[in-house]
């Protein structure tokens, strides 16, 4: 890869907003140390192989792990939960993209966000259809399975 391929993409960032539900950290033998950030996004349904929701990793610095914990240990974050991530791409393997956090904090949707949170349905406005089919407690919400 050449040096002005590498410079741009050293350059290039991006901010995720997901939930979180696990952080993992390693250390090898051989000095190598790091970790990963794990959230999940509804399911899209591109992919026939994946039931449920789609998990995505972050790779983190080491010390970004330490960090969290403490903030979890002294109750500032909640894991899992909601949180801004600002992340570098990076070429990886097979010419795929890589996020590398940079930062990480609780996500807080600004006062002029109108957009209700996908992963919080008590933020999502319900129509007044809605609202009389959640009141009505003899019409299921959700039907699984075939009915003979």
Do not use: H
Not at 77 to 101: H, R, Y
Not at 103 to 129: F, G, H, I, V
Request: include cysteine; glycine fraction near 8%.
């Amino acid at each position: 890869m050449s040096e002005s391929t590498n410079n741009f993409l050293g350059n290039m960032q991006t901010v995720v907003v997901g939930k979180v539900v696990s952080l993992t950290k390693y250390e090898i033998d051989n000095g190598a140390k790091g970790g990963s950030i794990w959230l999940t996004k509804p399911n899209t349904g591109r992919n026939p192989n994946v039931l449920g929701d789609e998990i995505i990793k972050i790779r983190i610095p080491f010390d970004m792990f330490e960090q969290q914990r403490q903030k979890l240990e002294l109750c500032e974050i909640q894991i899992p939960g909601l949180f801004e991530i600002v992340s570098e791409i990076d070429m990886g393997g097979g010419n795929k993209a890589t996020l590398t956090a940079l930062s990480m904090r609780p996500y807080k949707p600004d006062a002029q966000d109108t957009k209700p949170d996908p992963l919080n349905p008590t933020t999502t406005q319900l129509s007044e259809a809605d609202k009389t089919q959640a009141k009505d407690t003899t019409k299921p919400l959700f039907v699984t399975g075939n009915k003979a």
